[in-house]
């Protein structure tokens, strides 16, 4: 099926309790990974391409693989740009057919995120594109507790900001780090809990999701967040496969027989999380969500996690 934009999925996250895998691609085989893992999870996916994808594989390459993937499946797959820090990337990436936006406006002062981030919806929501903006700031690896301490969203800030940008959907900091490489990190469960309260109708994302435990990742859905964003773990997947490959068979000279397994590593960790957010099955066999939309089923996360 064409594109959808992450209006739709998210909401039925948001009413059923799960939430929407959020994967980075960077090249062919990593699109395809996480395309078919939800094929046969049957769950709505989110394809998001960074700015560093874009400038990796080209726009029209970064694009074009998403949308062939998604004229080959019968669930919704999004393309999704993930943190642009700039209007004009946004306005780039809506040219492009991307079917959901991200202004990234974190590292400015809050006054001068709110207006970069209303230019961006108002353009956006003029072709029907939703778009996620951040609030407080998820940090990389290498910040110290106290710096992710003091980058957290600020509950009270969280109602003026969605109603004066208009975004359809908010990426907030509670203790998640960008890049982690083992997974460590707590949730701020009673912050998210006051930024649900003081905006119940906005879907909340979760950046930093493979650094984070997978009990404290699992608790969130429950409180709102409805959008979980993984990439290092993806890769580290992909990379070691293929660092295996080359180890074990090092006189193959054709490059498929080593990116197979990576793509299949790749598959694997995808499916896994798609079970842990509770979104697998909740896609009709041919397309739609199921109604009502399925609860969120902890217990199914089962052994499917390495
Ligand atoms: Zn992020």
Do not use: W
Not at 166 to 187: F, K, N, P, R, T
Not at 262 to 275: C, D, G, L, M, Y
């Amino acid at each position: 099926m064409p594109l959808t934009t992450t209006k739709e999925m998210l909401k039925a996250a948001q009413k059923g309790k799960f939430a929407v895998g959020a994967f980075n691609a960077n090249n062919m085989e990593m699109v395809q990974a996480i395309v078919e893992a939800a094929t046969e999870e049957h769950a709505p996916v989110i394809l998001q391409v960074s700015q560093g994808a874009i400038r990796y594989a080209g726009m029209a390459f970064a694009a074009g693989l998403v949308k062939i993937a998604a004229a080959n499946t019968d669930v919704p797959v999004a393309l999704h740009l993930d943190h642009g820090t700039d209007f004009d990337q946004n306005v780039l990436c809506l040219r492009e057919g991307f079917t959901s936006l991200m202004f990234d406006g974190s590292s400015l002062p809050l006054e001068e995120n709110i207006v970069i981030s209303r230019r961006v919806c108002d353009i956006a929501h003029i072709c029907g594109i939703p778009v996620e903006t951040e609030l407080g700031k998820v940090l990389k690896r290498g910040a110290t507790p106290q710096e992710v301490q003091d980058a957290m969203a600020k509950p009270e800030e969280a109602e003026r900001f969605i109603e004066d940008t208009q975004a359809d959907s908010l990426a907030i900091a509670i203790g998640s780090v960008h890049a982690l490489l083992s997974q460590a990190a707590e949730l701020d469960i009673e912050r998210l809990k006051a930024i649900r309260d003081a905006i119940p109708d906005t879907p909340l994302v979760l950046h930093g999701a493979s650094g984070v435990l997978e009990d404290s990742v699992a608790e969130s859905i429950q409180y709102g967040i409805c959008k979980v964003n993984v990439a290092t773990y993806l890769s580290q997947a992909f990379t070691y496969a293929l660092f295996d490959s080359l180890k074990a068979n090092p006189d193959v000279e054709d490059p498929r027989q080593h990116l197979v397994p990576a793509r299949e590593a790749a598959k694997e960790r995808v499916r896994a999380k798609i079970r842990l957010f509770g979104s697998n099955g909740t896609i009709k066999s041919g397309g739609g969500f199921r109604s009502p939309p399925t609860q969120h089923r902890v217990a199914d996360i089962g052994e499917a996690e390495d």
